[in-house]
């Protein structure tokens, strides 16, 4: 058991619940002074909007606009004055920072900058904080604040109901912040951007390998898909191909017919259906949210959901929920994960994500996910690249059904038409593929190394 001991003078003029102290994490430094958060910041300050007119514009930025990997603003979107009731108002040079679950421990915060009038609004669920003196940086303290240590102990301070849950007001104005000089802060603001601009020139040099994938696997499969510009956007069909078919006019747009067309006429290899190549397609299901059959990571079995394969096709470990051991083998056990198996998105804003299990742990799956395993003689990683090419992700687009939650059914999955040469082309297919991924992976390691030396740099000069 794990017990949190304070002393009443800690508590005195502040929150007597045990969360507000748990697992806390504090920049302390030895040579600058530390003050809390809310002697150096307003907290959710007013905004005034004096002369504005109800017609004139301002950005808005909902949650979904901040680039958590950054700390920065994606896409600025517009309202009107008088649409803004009911929103988090701010203005030029303010720091959003995201106080709900998940948003918050995701690193959801950014400064706003480049606003239409000056002003936008958006979230409510954004703390605003703008500095109360010159001789604070709102980017300095927007560093300290995306510190992943910092981010935990406001986490271990979550109050409110599961799925939920916030970080209190209270707690963010008593995060300490060791007050540097103001020329020392714009030189770590300075470093700290240069790395971060080092980082993505090798992030964009990876993305660049990792996009010629599909030209190579399209031309080694001999398939050259139409340009889309061609095509009329409004679709006509006969009666005669609907029968048989599905009914919805998005499945039988012109330009999936005739890219279709193209695979048949131009692929290099025998078409054949996934489900003749498999032993098992099949997907799990979704204990209730906060039920018994979770647990931790030490006593059950790995739960994959979706939102757990990457951009690689890699299982991301370190965020997985874990689902009780005898739930794995009764009512799930038919999911059961093996190494080597496919795992394709089917449900939602995933869909046509592909990843493959590379592991010998146990794993079970949710029901937005189709598990594929092959027969004997066929490549599991040749088959992900094909799923994931242009032509896989354009099969699953057709499949995918246009409702509030995009979904696609196993049958469909089973449907789908995987160009299949010998082993040996898959396997030397595969072979460059990797190699290529080896090299973006490389890339994308020498980002991140740059960058947290550079924060390690930047940590003992706080820290002194």
Not at 83 to 97: A, H, M, P, R, S
Not at 358 to 371: D, G, P, T
């Amino acid at each position: 058991m794990i017990e949190n001991k304070i002393n009443i003078s800690q508590a005195l003029g502040n929150r007597f619940d045990v969360s507000f102290y748990n697992a806390r994490f504090d920049f302390v430094s030895n040579s600058y002074p530390s003050f809390d958060l809310g002697q150096l910041v307003y907290i959710n300050p007013p905004v005034s909007f004096d002369g504005i007119s109800d017609n004139e514009e301002m950005s808005f930025i909902p949650m979904e606009s901040i680039d958590e990997h950054n700390g920065t603003i994606k896409t600025l979107k517009t309202i009107r004055f008088r649409e803004i009731k009911g929103f988090t108002k701010f203005q030029e040079g303010d720091l959003l920072w995201a106080k709900i679950t998940p948003c918050m421990q995701n690193g959801k915060s950014a400064i706003a900058c480049k606003l239409k009038n000056g002003f936008g609004c958006g979230s409510t669920e954004f703390f605003v904080l703008r500095p109360k003196s010159d001789n604070i940086l709102i980017e300095y303290i927007h560093y300290i604040l995306r510190d992943k240590r910092v981010l935990k102990s406001a986490q271990n301070s979550f109050g409110g109901s599961a799925g939920q849950q916030r970080v209190s007001s209270s707690y963010l104005k008593s995060v300490k912040i060791p007050l540097l000089p103001i020329d020392i802060q714009k030189q770590i603001i300075k470093q700290y951007i240069q790395a971060q601009e080092a980082k993505q020139k090798k992030d964009e040099e990876a993305k660049s390998l990792l996009d010629s994938i599909d030209s190579f696997v399209l031309k080694n499969m001999g398939v050259a898909l139409p340009s889309k510009d061609i095509y009329a956007k409004v679709n006509v069909v006969s009666l005669s191909q609907l029968i048989g078919n599905r009914y919805d006019p998005y499945y039988h747009n012109e330009y999936f017919e005739e890219a279709f067309k193209h695979l048949k006429e131009t692929s290099n290899y025998k078409l054949v259906r996934l489900s003749d190549i498999t032993v098992l397609i099949t997907s799990g299901i979704t204990p209730k949210s906060g039920g018994d059959d979770y647990t931790d990571s030490e006593h059950g079995v790995a739960f994959i959901r979706s939102g757990n394969i990457d951009i690689m096709g890699e299982v991301d470990f370190d965020n997985l929920l874990y689902i009780k051991r005898n739930v794995h083998n009764t009512r799930m056990k038919s999911s059961k994960v093996q190494n080597g198996d496919i795992m394709i998105a089917i449900v939602g804003a995933t869909i046509g994500q592909v990843g493959i299990y590379h592991s010998s742990r146990e794993a079970n799956i949710n029901q937005a996910i189709a598990l594929v395993r092959l027969k004997d003689g066929y490549n599991p990683e040749y088959i992900k690249e094909v799923i994931k090419s242009s032509i896989g992700q354009l099969n699953l687009d057709r499949l995918k059904r246009p409702v509030a939650r995009a979904n696609i059914n196993l049958e469909e999955i089973s449907s789908m038409l995987i160009p299949v040469p010998e082993i040996e082309i898959q396997n030397e297919m595969v072979k460059s593929v990797v190699s290529i991924r080896q090299q973006a992976k490389q890339l994308q390691k020498e980002g991140v190394k740059l960058l947290e030396s550079t924060k390690q740099e930047i940590e003992k000069i706080i820290l002194g």
